[in-house]
């Protein structure tokens, strides 16, 4: 009897708030928190590019910042004024938060040291008289049986990688070949010939006592400006003799001119790829916003049930297209260039005034906002900034402004993202009707009828109607037919892929399906159009009527599910002992 009270203690301090709103003037419903990785090793070192422990420290305070703000506020400054709309304050709840992370390993270890800062392991948050964590960890016979890790919290976390479409809402540059064919005319602009000539020597000044022959000198310029600012801020770090040999200020120059060259590969809005106008440059930007509206309107959608608190985990490409499309650089010199390590992006959907838990606001009472922490220094705040244009005593924005604002510089879509970047990823004749063409740049590609490889398959289609035609006719007037002679050697009945020699323990060969989800298509309105690492080595990394929008209630679904209906049923294995 004496657990069974201890049980309901316990169990009523881990849900407590849960279903409660904030207590301050306003109430938050849904957030979208947009975080660059943490420190982690260089790309053009000789080691695998992995998170540090110092990046997975970042990673940790960040998000426990988050999780003061929006969970289990431990300033009593705030009052609770931020705490998201009955969000679970102890135990996660992944069907409140969405989590999708890039598969590269320092961006999804990220992911992963965020999230325990958000919701630490369970003991940590009850005294040791009270060990009980979960509503299932206590057994009939009054065993208390925890998590391991000392209650360790497993959250999902979906990762990514080029061959996924979710991919392109994380990494819209990957694989675009109209942002590399973009980037290369760069070259050939006043600025970057001014720029490469006027630094060549204080590039070759650091060469060799820097580098030492990890990369030949002939790169060691300002084409290679972020891999060469992060690999000697990472050495500045972790290796004496760099840090002896190179200046703060001139760390400072290498990290002003990585700046200049990433702003100009991926914040520039003047340039064009295949079509005159698509700012192709921002294109991973372009993608992102798609995700922030999409996730948005899932919350809204499902009466803010899922969709609470979500957790995109990226680099630093889109991030700095996106603040470029909502015009932050335009009024703070901070957004042209570089986000610091574990920087984060937020945009909060809130009302100005409480609302009861049973009655979700309509979209007239929501607004938008914006913030911004720059990396994860103790000192750095989560500050507020105007979006879009808006003078800095605007720093909302009514849902229907932000809506339209961001349809007017998303790209929506897989299939638009594909066209647009005349991309050749694995995924995109799912999404489209037309194979790439990169021969125009102002019109859309041609008709698919006209193009070589469908033609043949035209052909071969009618050439198998013709066949069947005259063996139809040969069956008719000349009494061909067809049997199967049976093979009295055949004895196994197992069958399958390895035949007679299948043992009853072999499974058959399976057929598996990638991850791509649904669509929700905007009452009254049509349907719209349908990296990692850096530019400048050649690295390749929802909603309404635009993007892909995983549900969170309902979990991931397999990839070209949306697209059943073009392709059939998949092959379903039955496997049997």
Same mark, same amino acid.
């Given at each position: 009897?004496?657990?069974?009270?201890?049980?309901?203690?316990?169990?009523?301090?881990?849900?407590?708030?849960?279903?409660?709103?904030?207590?301050?003037?306003?109430?938050?419903?849904?957030?979208?928190?947009?975080?660059?990785?943490?420190?982690?090793?260089?790309?053009?070192?000789?080691?695998?590019?992995?998170?540090?422990?110092?990046?997975?420290?970042?990673?940790?305070?960040?998000?426990?910042?988050?999780?003061?703000?929006?969970?289990?506020?431990?300033?009593?400054?705030?009052?609770?004024?931020?705490?998201?709309?009955?969000?679970?304050?102890?135990?996660?709840?992944?069907?409140?938060?969405?989590?999708?992370?890039?598969?590269?390993?320092?961006?999804?270890? *990220?992911?992963? %040291?965020? #999230?325990? @800062?958000?919701?630490? =392991?369970? +003991?940590?948050?009850?005294?040791?008289?009270?060990?009980? /964590?979960?509503?299932?960890?206590?057994?009939?016979?009054?065993?208390?049986i925890g998590f391991p890790l000392g209650g360790y919290q497993y959250p999902n976390i979906y990762a990514t990688s080029s061959l996924d479409p979710y991919s392109i809402w994380l990494a819209g540059q990957t694989n675009c070949n109209g942002y590399l064919v973009s980037g290369s005319e760069y070259f050939d602009t006043p600025e970057y010939?001014?720029?490469?000539?006027?630094?060549?020597?204080?590039?070759? *000044?650091?060469? %060799?006592? #820097?580098? @030492?022959?990890?990369? =030949?000198? +002939?790169?060691?310029?300002?084409?290679?400006?972020?891999? /060469?600012?992060?690999?000697?801020?990472?050495?500045?770090?972790?290796?004496?003799?760099?840090?002896?040999?190179?200046?703060?200020?001139?760390?400072?120059?290498?990290?002003?001119?990585?700046?200049?060259?990433?702003?100009?590969?991926?914040?520039?809005?003047?340039?064009?790829?295949?079509?005159?106008?698509?700012?192709?440059?921002?294109?991973?930007?372009?993608?992102?916003?798609?995700?922030?509206?999409?996730?948005?309107?899932?919350?809204?959608?499902?009466?803010?049930?899922?969709?609470?608190?979500?957790?995109?985990?990226?680099?630093?490409?889109?991030?700095?297209?996106?603040?470029?499309?909502?015009?932050?650089?335009?009024?703070?010199?901070?957004?042209?260039?570089?986000?610091?390590?574990?920087?984060?992006?937020?945009?909060?959907?809130?009302?100005?005034?409480?609302?009861?838990?049973?009655?979700?606001?309509?979209?007239?009472?929501?607004?938008?906002?914006?913030?911004?922490?720059?990396?994860?220094?103790?000192?750095?705040?989560?500050?507020?900034?105007?979006?879009?244009?808006?003078?800095?005593?605007?720093?909302?924005?009514?849902?229907?402004?932000?809506?339209?604002?961001?349809?007017?510089?998303?790209?929506?879509?897989?299939?638009?993202?594909?066209?647009?970047?005349?991309?050749?990823?694995?995924?995109?004749?799912?999404?489209?009707?037309?194979?790439?063409?990169?021969?125009?740049?102002?019109?859309?590609?041609?008709?698919?009828?006209?193009?070589?490889?469908?033609?043949?398959?035209?052909?071969?289609?009618?050439?198998?109607?013709?066949?069947?035609?005259?063996?139809?006719?040969?069956?008719?007037?000349?009494?061909?037919?067809?049997?199967?002679?049976?093979?009295?050697?055949?004895?196994?009945?197992?069958?399958?892929?390895?035949?007679?020699?299948?043992?009853?323990?072999?499974?058959?060969?399976?057929?598996?399906?990638?991850?791509?989800?649904?669509?929700?298509?905007?009452?009254?309105?049509?349907?719209?159009?349908?990296?990692?690492?850096?530019?400048?080595?050649?690295?390749?990394?929802?909603?309404?009527?635009?993007?892909?929008?995983?549900?969170?209630?309902?979990?991931?679904?397999?990839?070209?599910?949306?697209?059943?209906?073009?392709?059939?049923?998949?092959?379903?294995?039955?496997?049997?002992?």
């Amino acid at each position: 009897m004496a657990h069974l009270l201890r049980t309901a203690v316990v169990l009523s301090a881990l849900f407590q708030g849960a279903v409660i709103a904030s207590n301050g003037s306003e109430t938050i419903w849904s957030s979208v928190v947009i975080t660059r990785n943490g420190d982690s090793i260089p790309l053009i070192s000789n080691d695998p590019t992995v998170l540090t422990p110092l990046g997975a420290q970042q990673l940790f305070s960040a998000g426990a910042l988050f999780r003061n703000r929006y969970i289990a506020p431990s300033d009593a400054a705030t009052n609770g004024e931020y705490i998201i709309n009955e969000i679970s304050p102890n135990q996660i709840d992944n069907s409140q938060t969405f989590a999708l992370s890039l598969l590269d390993e320092y961006v999804a270890v *990220s992911a992963q %040291a965020f #999230i325990q @800062g958000l919701y630490p =392991p369970l +003991t940590n948050s009850f005294p040791s008289a009270n060990p009980i /964590i979960t509503p299932v960890s206590l057994l009939v016979n009054g065993s208390n049986i925890g998590f391991p890790l000392g209650g360790y919290q497993y959250p999902n976390i979906y990762a990514t990688s080029s061959l996924d479409p979710y991919s392109i809402w994380l990494a819209g540059q990957t694989n675009c070949n109209g942002y590399l064919v973009s980037g290369s005319e760069y070259f050939d602009t006043p600025e970057y010939l001014s720029v490469a000539t006027a630094t060549q020597d204080f590039y070759q *000044s650091i060469a %060799a006592s #820097i580098f @030492g022959g990890e990369l =030949p000198n +002939t790169d060691i310029n300002y084409h290679n400006a972020y891999y /060469i600012f992060d690999y000697v801020n990472y050495g500045f770090l972790y290796n004496q003799t760099i840090h002896d040999r190179i200046t703060e200020d001139q760390l400072a120059q290498l990290r002003t001119l990585a700046d200049q060259w990433e702003f100009a590969i991926n914040g520039n809005l003047s340039a064009s790829g295949y079509y005159k106008g698509d700012r192709i440059r921002s294109i991973a930007g372009q993608t992102l916003a798609a995700e922030v509206l999409g996730l948005f309107l899932n919350s809204i959608e499902t009466g803010g049930s899922s969709s609470k608190l979500n957790l995109l985990f990226t680099t630093f490409d889109p991030m700095i297209s996106l603040a470029s499309l909502i015009g932050l650089p335009d009024m703070y010199e901070e957004f042209f260039g570089l986000p610091d390590l574990g920087s984060s992006m937020v945009f909060e959907m809130f009302t100005d005034a409480n609302v009861s838990s049973d009655n979700y606001p309509s979209t007239g009472e929501l607004q938008i906002r914006f913030l911004f922490r720059n990396g994860t220094n103790s000192t750095m705040n989560l500050d507020e900034y105007p979006i879009f244009g808006n003078p800095e005593t605007v720093m909302a924005m009514s849902l229907d402004d932000f809506s339209t604002a961001i349809e007017s510089i998303m790209t929506a879509t897989v299939g638009e993202w594909c066209d647009v970047c005349q991309s050749d990823s694995v995924f995109c004749p799912a999404y489209t009707n037309t194979t790439n063409s990169s021969s125009s740049t102002s019109t859309p590609p041609s008709s698919p009828a006209s193009r070589p490889a469908i033609a043949g398959i035209i052909g071969a289609i009618i050439a198998l109607i013709l066949a069947g035609l005259i063996l139809a006719l040969a069956m008719l007037l000349f009494g061909v037919r067809f049997h199967r002679r049976p093979n009295p050697k055949r004895r196994s009945h197992l069958g399958g892929f390895k035949g007679a020699e299948k043992m009853a323990s072999d499974p058959d060969l399976t057929v598996l399906k990638g991850g791509a989800g649904a669509t929700i298509v905007r009452e009254g309105q049509t349907p719209g159009h349908e990296r990692v690492g850096s530019w400048e080595l050649g690295e390749g990394s929802r909603g309404k009527d635009f993007g892909v929008l995983p549900s969170a209630a309902e979990g991931r679904r397999p990839s070209f599910e949306a697209d059943e209906e073009m392709h059939g049923q998949p092959v379903k294995v039955d496997e049997r002992v």
